[in-house]
């Protein structure tokens, strides 16, 4: 009986609302309104000096708390990723880094697929809605199209023999919303835990595909002038190529990414 009565009370309370034209919520959070009264009335009372009709004390913005001192994002994750001690620390270290906001949109940390005892780390973008959901990277479109072209090589994810293998990581591991490009912030702090991850992995060579791995770990973009052309980073063989998406919006460009995998295979063969 009570419960039915502040039903009805709460409904005609919605209903004068609307009446009043208060009929769209327009706020993306909720405000709790009890929280603000109650801050609100324990603001003490100030007597009015000058202005006649200068609000209530009551009503008066409730001051913001101070600033909390600012936190040096990169630094940090500096600090937890050399922490790391194997892949397993690296991906706690990941789970627990809470300054990529990118985070707070995602459904998955998206941390690596294959061998970690590969020859070769592929180092993709970002994760997709794909990825984002199963939390593996490179397993839409693109990801199917990766597992053909390396498999043309020889190379798969799947393969036990570390010959064969690979192991393919993003340079961010959480999903962009829309998939928009990475900001150069959020690259920044991801690389301290790139760099652990490929320090860890400890592969002969480095396939960086597309221009966001290009920016984290050349300092460059420019994938059509980057690509095929070996170059060093953490002292490591790394060869841009273009990225499958890219491939599957432009299918002509395929040839160069066949002339570049088998680049590959040859670095491969020399350096065995
Ligand atoms: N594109 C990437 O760069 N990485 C993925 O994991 C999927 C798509």
Redesign the pocket.
């Known amino acids: 009986m009570e419960h039915d009565s502040e039903f009805h009370a709460a409904l005609a309370a919605l209903a004068w609302q609307i009446d009043l034209g208060a009929d769209e919520a327009i706020g993306e959070v909720p405000v709790n309104r009890y929280e603000a009264v109650a801050a609100s009335e324990s603001v003490v009372p100030q007597p009015q000096t000058t202005a006649p009709f200068a609000p209530p004390a009551a009503r008066r913005a409730v001051e913001p708390p101070p600033e909390a001192p600012a936190v040096d994002a990169v630094a940090e994750a500096r600090h937890v990723a050399a922490a790391a001690r194997d892949l397993d620390g690296l991906r706690e270290a990941l789970a627990a880094y809470e300054h990529c906001e990118l985070k707070k949109g995602a459904r998955t940390l998206?941390f690596a697929d294959g061998n970690p005892r590969a020859r070769v780390l592929v180092l993709?973008?970002?994760?997709?809605r794909d990825?984002d959901m199963q939390g593996k990277?490179?397993v839409?479109r693109?990801?199917q199209l990766l597992d053909r072209m390396f498999a043309a090589i020889g190379l798969s994810r799947t393969a036990p023999d570390a010959e064969k293998s690979l192991y393919i990581t993003?340079v961010m591991v959480w999903r962009p919303p829309q998939n928009r490009d990475p900001s150069p912030e959020e690259i920044a702090m991801m690389l301290p835990f790139v760099e652990r991850h490929i320090a860890l992995v400890d592969p002969d060579v480095v396939v960086v595909?597309?221009n966001t791995p290009c920016a984290a770990l050349l300092g460059q973009r420019g994938i059509t002038r980057l690509r095929g052309k070996w170059t060093q980073a953490l002292g490591k063989p790394v060869l841009p190529m273009f990225?499958p998406?890219f491939l599957l919006r432009q299918p002509h460009m395929k040839r160069e990414a066949w002339a570049d995998l088998l680049e590959l295979q040859a670095k491969l063969r020399v350096t065995a």
Request: charged share 10%; hydrophobic share 35%; aromatic share 6%.
């Open positions: 998206v993709g973008e970002a994760p997709g990825e990277p490179f839409g693109a990801g993003n595909m597309g990225h998406a």
